[in-house]
């Protein structure tokens, strides 16, 4: 094993990713198309990988002189972009224009001494910034503006949300208050850049991108980082010469099944994360979940990092929301709602167990915009009928194919506002026959249920399967009551100018400020408070996996 030769320029990384989606890379009449249209969600991908090979994350102390800062870095190249944020100290992000640039750093560098232990000598892109003479250039030394990795605290954005002029107003506050900043979407690519170097130490080729909520549209501050370790150009076996006497093969070693040699390259990774790794702590490798992961704690950025690898499947999942999230502001200003509420509530929590999933959860907003007379977004069999042959996707036997330019898809001519939506939501799956009934992503239809599970959503690429397996019926019957209660209080709302502390539209819906300002109304609702509590710790001894794994559902 050659750790030197871990890193992989940023070229190559672009190049593969780019020629996996058939788009010439120089040139220049696509380089003018794709700035006419919305970016797709590969090229997006493609670009922020990118700029993440040469970027460097840099631990500095809080009270620093940004000039100077600048200035020592800018020796090694020019610096297109950097910002600070406060993690276990003050990190700075620092993007050059060079991927040289790197490799000019990594030359002045020095290896760290410690007392009574010996330094591992991986060379990452995560470096310590000290002041040679402390007491002398202390007087120099200003705090830096820091960035935010996390959100506001619910009261903060409660009273914010108090402000606004209507429910609308207030969906779209609370997805500018959640949202992942640009920051922490450079942060996100970063890590999983950095997790690539060490995955590259045996697979010269990969690419660790991220998916899940990190790029799917509806990340909110704080949500784990899903990352998915690309080995494909590796695996796919290249053309073959159809001229000359010779095949030429590379000698493999063999895994009894896909899953077996999924198992075996994420167990070597994750003991090297565990092993060499800076910043990477409590490595844990759940290999024998239905989808094998490795998880830890990426402390510098603070992520909590899940990294899977042929899951293929799990990425064009991440497409297709990005796709809805992209086509009509009110898609992601209702899915930030209504998770916000659920989480508020208690029915989706960070703990594994049988409760619904943000995933789950945001397929039943989207099923019911599919829903809506005229509806909001289209179905996914519509998207497969506008696809273009590149994007032709075919994982594992399943058609995962839909379109992914953007402006293909027409605007919706549905014009309600959120203010009914929102209420509409809640009325919908407050009566939905939930006993009978499926719901259908791909064909934006309800379906007879196949299985006795309690709430079934079908997978909309691994169509037998169901996303909300896990899912018990005291949980769903949790949602059914609070989305019941929810419609009747959206009924009742009188709005803003009803009465000054009274709280109305979606500040109403949430469970702290109705127990702490509804005056006698609050004891009513502490009560039924502490009793979902109670159903919510008796749900927990009944469904929760002592080992704390994440098991997908499907
Ligand atoms: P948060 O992390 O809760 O913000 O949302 P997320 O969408 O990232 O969910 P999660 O981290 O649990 O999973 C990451 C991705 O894996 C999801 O976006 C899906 O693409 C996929 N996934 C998660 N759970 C399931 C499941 O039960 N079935 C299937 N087929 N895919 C899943
Ligand atoms: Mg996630």
């Known amino acids: 094993l050659r750790i030197t030769e871990a890193r992989f320029s940023s070229t190559e990384a672009a190049a593969a990713v780019l020629k996996e989606q058939q788009v010439p890379a120089s040139d220049e009449a696509s380089a003018t198309e794709v700035s006419a249209r919305k970016k797709t969600f590969r090229e997006m991908l493609s670009e922020r990988l990118e700029q993440a090979q040469r970027t460097v994350l840099i631990d500095c102390i809080s009270k620093i002189n940004e000039k100077k800062f600048l ?14 944020y406060e993690s276990y100290g003050t990190y700075a992000v620092v993007e050059f224009s060079e991927k040289d640039s790197i490799a000019s750093l990594q030359d002045v560098a020095g290896t760290p001494q410690f007392k009574d232990e010996c ?19 202390a007087s120099d030394q200003v705090p ?26 207030q969906l779209h506050m609370l997805t500018e208050e959640y949202q992942l900043t ?14 690539q170097d060490i995955a590259g130490a045996y697979f010269p080729n990969c690419i660790v991108k991220p998916f899940g909520s990190s790029v799917n549209s ?12 690309d080995l494909n150009e590796i695996g796919k076996s290249t053309t073959r010469r159809k001229t000359g006497a010779f095949n030429l093969q590379y000698q493999m070693k063999r895994a009894p099944s896909v899953r077996v040699a999924t198992q075996r390259i994420l167990y070597v990774i994750g003991e090297f994360i565990d092993n060499f790794g800076p910043g990477c702590v409590g490595v844990q490798k759940i290999l024998n979940a239905r989808c094998p992961l490795v998880r830890f704690s990426h402390q510098p950025s603070g992520f909590q990092c899940d990294l899977t690898s042929n899951n293929r499947i799990a990425m064009q999942s991440s497409e297709l929301l990005y796709i809805y999230g992209s086509l009509d502001p009110r898609v992601r200003a209702l899915v930030f709602g209504v998770r916000c509420w659920a989480r508020a509530h208690g029915i989706t929590s960070s703990i594994p167990g049988a409760w619904i999933t943000n995933f789950s959860l945001t397929m039943m907003v989207l099923f019911f915009l599919q829903r809506k007379n005229p509806p909001i977004i289209p179905t996914l069999d519509h998207l497969k009928e506008l696809a273009d042959v590149q994007d032709k996707q075919v994982i594992e036997g399943h058609d995962c194919t839909f379109v992914s330019n953007l402006n293909k898809i027409k605007p919706t001519g549905n014009t309600q506002s959120l203010d009914v939506l929102l209420g509409d939501f809640f009325e919908y799956y407050g009566n939905f026959a939930f006993n009978k009934y499926s719901l259908n992503i791909r064909k934006g239809k309800e379906q007879n249920k196949p299985d006795s599970s309690p709430l079934h959503i079908q997978n909309p690429f691994e169509q037998s399967l169901n996303i909300s397996r896990t899912v018990n019926m005291t949980q769903l019957e949790r949602f059914i009551t609070l989305a019941r209660e929810s419609a009747w209080l959206l009924q ?19 469970p702290a400020v109705t127990a702490k300002n509804a005056g006698k109304d609050a004891r009513r609702k502490k009560g039924t408070t502490s009793e979902r509590i109670k159903g919510l710790l008796e749900s927990l001894k009944m469904n929760n996996p002592s080992n704390g794994e994440r098991t997908f559902s499907t």
């Not at 200035?71 to 600070?84: Q, R, T």
């Not at 830096?144 to 996390?150: A, G």
């Not at 509806?218 to 370790?229: A, E, I, P, R, S």
Request: glycine share 4%; hydrophobic share 35%.
């Open 71 to 84: 200035k020592y870095l800018s020796s090694h190249g020019n610096i297109k972009n950097h910002f600070f």
């Open 182 to 195: 640009e920051e922490n979407t450079k942060l996100r690519f970063l890590t999983c850049s950095l997790i």
């Open 492 to 510: 009742q709302d009188k709005g803003p100018s009803s009465s000054s502390d009274q709280p109305w539209g979606m500040v109403a819906l949430l």
């Open 144 to 169: 830096v503006h820091r960035h935010k990795l996390s959100t506001v605290p619910l009261e903060e954005l409660i009273r914010k949300l108090c402000n606004a002029d209507n429910v609308s107003e």
């Open 119 to 137: 330094p591992v000598p991986f060379k990452s892109r995560i470096f310590t910034l000290t002041l040679k003479s402390p007491q002398s250039q």
């Open 218 to 229: 509806f990340g909110k501050l704080g949500c784990d980082l899903d990352m998915f370790l």
